[in-house]
């Protein structure tokens, strides 16, 4: 009778089969930690069930004698969800780029009046605190709704007056359904993402934006349009009422423009925030990705009327 093949034995296919079952679990580990771990801790169990007896028998055995298979994957299915755990709380701490500004401590002073914040208070002497980072760009105006089923944004369909509020609204709609913005031929909005790197929930969030309307005039030195005197340049804070710590949490929101007017887009270097459980009102940094503070919107129409 020919010897059996080694893959083939009881011992070898319920291993690999714990194996399999234990892979299922690392991969849960990025998007559900939790399950993952539950899983991974299942893997293991079972692993040394399989391998109990020759395990008992390891100080009595010769090192030749050990059950080898089993020490090296008790190996890997601690050591290889260990490390992915490790990494991913890593990816969530503060990242190191993002720095503070912050002065010597004192309550933020920051008032509204009716044209727009003043975002003049002292940020507070907290080194825990590395305040927010913006990110904007353009982006198509064909979006997907997300699993919030709210889209924030921001609808631009008027050149303001100083007394004008100009705020934050929401649509819903189904997740992951198509949502389309408003634009003109350019097909473009802004999207801008701002993450909360305090340690804390912020809530009460008054980012102040700046926006420069400029007229559309004929291009003086060939066909098609030019920008020409400023028509309104207010800041206005945009009130977000929360955004929980790390990038996973960040707030996104979008800018659209049906004006016949080019719109530039910016953010004060400071905000106004409560932590949760706090009433005290302080002032934080505002970092910029990339640096740029300007980001500009074309006018819906990119003719001139006759």
């Known amino acids: 009778m020919a010897a059996e093949h080694p ?3 009881i011992e070898t296919l319920a291993a690999l089969a714990i194996v399999a079952f234990w892979l299922a679990g690392v991969t849960m580990i990025d998007p559900r930690p939790g399950v993952g771990v539950f899983l991974c801790a299942i893997g ?4 040394i069930w399989l391998f109990w007896a020759p395990l008992r028998r390891i100080s009595s055995n010769s090192i030749r004698a050990w059950p080898w298979l089993g020490i090296g994957l008790l190996g890997i299915e601690f050591l290889v969800p260990s490390y992915m755990l490790y990494v991913k709380a890593e990816e969530t701490k503060p990242t190191t780029s993002v720095q503070s500004n912050h002065q010597n401590g004192g309550q933020a002073a920051g008032t509204i009046n009716n044209n727009g914040p003043v975002f003049n208070g002292t940020t507070g ?4 605190n590395q305040g927010l980072l913006a990110e904007c760009d353009t982006t198509i105006n064909v979006i997907r709704i997300p699993e919030s089923g709210k889209v924030f944004s921001i609808h631009l369909f008027r050149v303001p007056e100083k007394n004008d509020s100009i ?7 189904a997740p992951n359904g198509e949502y389309k913005f408003p634009a003109g031929p350019s097909g473009q909005v802004i999207k801008c993402t701002v ?3 305090d340690q ?3 809530i009460e969030v008054a980012v102040g934006m700046g926006l420069l309307f400029r007229k559309k005039v004929k291009n003086p030195h060939g066909d098609g349009i030019a920008t020409g005197e400023n028509l ?5 804070p945009i009130y977000i ?3 929980d710590s790390g990038i996973q949490n960040a707030f996104v929101f979008y800018i659209s423009n049906t004006t016949e007017a080019f719109v530039n887009v910016s953010f004060e270097k400071t905000a106004r925030i409560k932590r949760l459980g706090s009433n005290s009102e302080i002032t934080i940094p505002v970092t910029i990705a990339f640096g740029r503070f300007f980001f500009g919107l074309s006018p819906f129409t990119l003719t001139m009327t006759p």
């Open 167 to 173: 705020g934050l609204g929401w649509a819903t709609g």
């Open 232 to 236: 309104s340049d207010q800041v206005w």
């Open 125 to 128: 002497k907290d080194e825990a």
């Open 241 to 243: 009422g929360k955004i």
């Open 7 to 9: 893959l083939l034995k």
């Open 200 to 202: 804390k929930t912020a």
């Open 44 to 47: 293991i169990i079972l692993t």
């Open 195 to 197: 993450t909360n790197y």
